[in-house]
Nanobody, 114 residues
Framework: QVQLVESGGDLVQPGGSLRLSCVAS????????MAWYRQAPGKDRDLVAQ????????AYADSVKGRFTISTDNAKSTFYLQMNSLKPEDTAVYYC???????WGRGTQVTVSS
C-alpha cells in the first residue's frame, strides 16, 4: 500500500536545527508535488514548504524563509525538511503531503523550547 511516514521530530532548544524526513512507501515521487504543513496548538494547519516537480522549484511561507529548506531524494522515495535557527513559534506537529492522489502523513511533533 502507499503510505507517507514522517520522522525526525524532537525537542530542540531555540536556535537549534532538525531535519524531518518523509518516506513515501509503495510509490515513486519523481512526478509528484510535495509539501510540508504544520499545525500549532489551537491553530489551523498551515502550508510551510512546497516542491513543484515540473520545474524543481520550491516555495516557502514567509515565516520560515531563509531558515527551512525542502529537498527530495527520488531514489529513496523520500523528501525532507531541513529546519535551522528554530524558534519557539515553530513548535507544531509537522505533516508531509504528496499528490496525486493526495496522501498525508500522520505527523511528527517538533517542540522548540529551552
Amino acid at each position: 500500500q502507499v503510505q507517507l511516514v514522517e520522522s525526525g521530530g524532537d525537542l530542540v532548544q531555540p536556535g537549534g536545527s532538525l531535519r524531518l524526513s518523509c518516506v513515501a512507501s509503495g510509490m515513486h515521487i519523481s512526478n509528484n508535488y510535495m509539501a510540508w504543513y504544520r499545525q500549532a496548538p489551537g491553530k489551523d494547519r498551515d502550508l510551510v514548504a512546497q516542491f513543484f516537480p515540473s520545474s524543481d522549484a520550491t516555495a516557502y511561507a514567509d515565516s520560515v524563509k531563509g531558515r527551512f529548506t525542502i529537498s527530495t531524494d527520488n531514489a529513496k522515495s523520500t523528501f525532507y525538511l531541513q529546519m535551522n535557527s528554530l524558534k519557539p513559534e515553530d513548535t507544531a506537529v509537522y505533516y508531509c503531503y504528496c499528490s496525486p492522489p493526495p496522501y498525508w502523513g500522520r505527523g511528527t511533533q517538533v517542540t522548540v523550547s529551552s
